[in-house]
């Protein structure tokens, strides 16, 4: 694949946390144990936790082949979740989907991790790359939340993947996960601070409606 689809990546992309929202299929419980529990996962979803709660983490968390959401905005999938949260809201549903347009966009449209190997897609262009756990870093935010990226370098591969990519999916501890955002890019500390554009990412099986029904119950 042509450089320029890295040089893309770094003025786009890189994907995020986002520390917002509220966590889905909380279970309800009578007992006083698991009610608890729920609070304690509750509170780690919304960035609320202590450092003694972060775990290690492989990339066999986000193992599979997975589809950006960004064309989904575009093409109306997801304004019934725009509205949604508008519902909720001093900002309109056009305002959310321009913040969104900033968040999600990128050109990469498809990821495939496989074991330790990530391929990244535009279009009918690839590259592939080899990633091995470069440990995580804890971000503070401006709402008093925190967030953890989890950040694997580049050990071998083509020279147009990145050197780091860096995972945000409000879970600090071993979990198959269900979407993420991914930032990357070749300087490890100017990754960590991107918190504009994270491009988010869903099984690519899912169809814009799947997708659009999921974030509804979260």
Same mark, same amino acid.
């Given at each position: 694949m042509h450089r320029k689809m890295f040089q893309t990546f770094g003025r786009l992309a890189a994907v995020a946390v986002l520390a917002i929202g509220a966590q889905a299929h909380v279970a309800h419980s009578a007992s006083d144990k698991s009610h608890s529990?729920?609070? =304690?996962? &509750? &509170?780690?979803?919304?960035g609320y936790f202590d450092d003694a709660q972060i775990k290690e983490r492989t990339l066999a968390d986000w193992q599979g082949d997975w589809q950006s959401i960004y064309a989904h905005l575009l093409d109306?999938?997801? &304004?019934? *979740?725009?509205?949604? =949260?508008?519902e909720e809201s001093e900002k309109t549903a056009e305002e959310y989907r321009t913040y969104y347009e900033t968040g999600y966009r990128t050109d990469v449209d498809r990821i495939v991790i496989e074991g330790d190997d990530v391929t990244f897609h535009e279009g009918n262009e690839h590259v592939q790359a080899r990633y091995a756990s470069d440990g995580y870093e804890i971000l503070a935010y401006e709402k008093g939340n925190r967030g953890v990226r989890y950040i694997f370098s580049k050990v071998a591969?083509?020279?147009e993947a990145p050197e780091y990519i860096q995972f945000s999916d409000h879970?600090?501890?071993?979990?198959? *996960?269900g979407h993420y955002h991914l930032y990357w890019g070749d300087d490890r500390a100017k990754v960590l601070t991107e918190l504009t554009n994270w491009p988010t990412y869903f099984?690519?099986?899912?169809?814009? =409606?799947?997708?659009?029904?999921?974030?509804l119950a979260h």
């Amino acid at each position: 694949m042509h450089r320029k689809m890295f040089q893309t990546f770094g003025r786009l992309a890189a994907v995020a946390v986002l520390a917002i929202g509220a966590q889905a299929h909380v279970a309800h419980s009578a007992s006083d144990k698991s009610h608890s529990h729920d609070h =304690k996962a &509750d &509170d780690i979803y919304r960035g609320y936790f202590d450092d003694a709660q972060i775990k290690e983490r492989t990339l066999a968390d986000w193992q599979g082949d997975w589809q950006s959401i960004y064309a989904h905005l575009l093409d109306g999938a997801l &304004d019934a *979740v725009m509205a949604h =949260k508008a519902e909720e809201s001093e900002k309109t549903a056009e305002e959310y989907r321009t913040y969104y347009e900033t968040g999600y966009r990128t050109d990469v449209d498809r990821i495939v991790i496989e074991g330790d190997d990530v391929t990244f897609h535009e279009g009918n262009e690839h590259v592939q790359a080899r990633y091995a756990s470069d440990g995580y870093e804890i971000l503070a935010y401006e709402k008093g939340n925190r967030g953890v990226r989890y950040i694997f370098s580049k050990v071998a591969g083509d020279a147009e993947a990145p050197e780091y990519i860096q995972f945000s999916d409000h879970h600090i501890a071993p979990e198959t *996960v269900g979407h993420y955002h991914l930032y990357w890019g070749d300087d490890r500390a100017k990754v960590l601070t991107e918190l504009t554009n994270w491009p988010t990412y869903f099984p690519s099986g899912m169809t814009g =409606k799947e997708i659009a029904a999921d974030m509804l119950a979260h």
